[in-house]
């Protein structure tokens, strides 16, 4: 049997003929750019994570970069962060010209661990960006805690994380801003590019809605630095059919994840992913903790199954920020859970068999 990672070859097939007409639509308007469905798109995420402002940018990693710069991060500022995170955390810091500061991870959750942040500020810290791994919200009431009494932004980057709440709260309902991605391969995925800005902040989504267009307010009139960073009108056609389905999907991640843990709980090198009590986990990713990971890996591809490591070198010993003057040990958790962690496939789409599957090989490299 083969098991696919991600297959969305399902999905489209199902909603085709509703994509293809509203892919009609926005030829036949020729409102390309900002148009109708970017619209439509903002005001229903913004709802759905009960803010009062959506603001579509051109990728997950822009809508980083812009909330920075929005929030008034400059040349000099401090941004905390984790380590254990696709590059586009940090590098969304660094091009807002801020130094990431790194801390180290919750074992149980591969978030940021609140109890290491208060430590890393300093005068010069600004912000604090926590990330909300594999679907699952970082514990944000310590992060806000702190952001309140150090007067520090909370950015947080929720491109895992759509439709995941916090102690009955969403994502970007508590913070200055949060960010989603829109990638093909995420819960809520375009077909190409995508991302957004979700705040409640008046100011901040203002200045992002200014910087996304090279920075002109009126138009010509430029005041600040900006880009040309806005959410495509056809991919938010596109997002416009998915996002009713979300809800659907993530209950369906969520049966997924908890097959999984209920079969492979039972094997002793295995530590299956926890839900937080008071959190709603949507799974983008179902991730394991795992003995002799590369050779597991390797053993289940050779059985015709993929998986992913998500990330095998941590960030803050990454070339690119050497000069940060980070050393292996620095941050042990984070380290350590780039040695062990794998992740299974996962997708709404996955059938029964092929998770029966997936665990009976993963329970046979460990008998």
Known sequence: ???PMLDLSEQYSSMRDDILTKLDEVMSSSQFILGSHVKQVEKYIAEMSE??????VGNGSDAIHIALQAAGIQKGDEVITTAFTFFATAGAIARANAKPVFVDIDPITFNIDPSKIEAAITEKTKAILPVHLYGQLADMDPIMALAEKYNLHVIEDAAQAIGATYNGKQVGE????ATYSFFPTKNLGAYGDGGMIVSNNDDLAEQARIIRVHGSKPKYHHHVLGYNSRLDEMQAAILSVKLPHLSTWSEKRRKHADYYTKRLTECKSVITPTEVEGNYHVFHQYTLRVENRDELQQFLKEQGISTMIYYPIPLHVQ????????????LPETEKAAKEALSLPMFPELKKDQQDYVIEKVLEFYS
């Open 1 to 3: 049997m083969i098991v």
């Open 51 to 56: 803010t009062k402002h959506g603001i579509g």
């Open 174 to 177: 508590l913070s200055s801003a």
């Open 319 to 330: 070339p690119v920020f050497k000069d940060l003057g980070y050393e292996v040990g620095d």
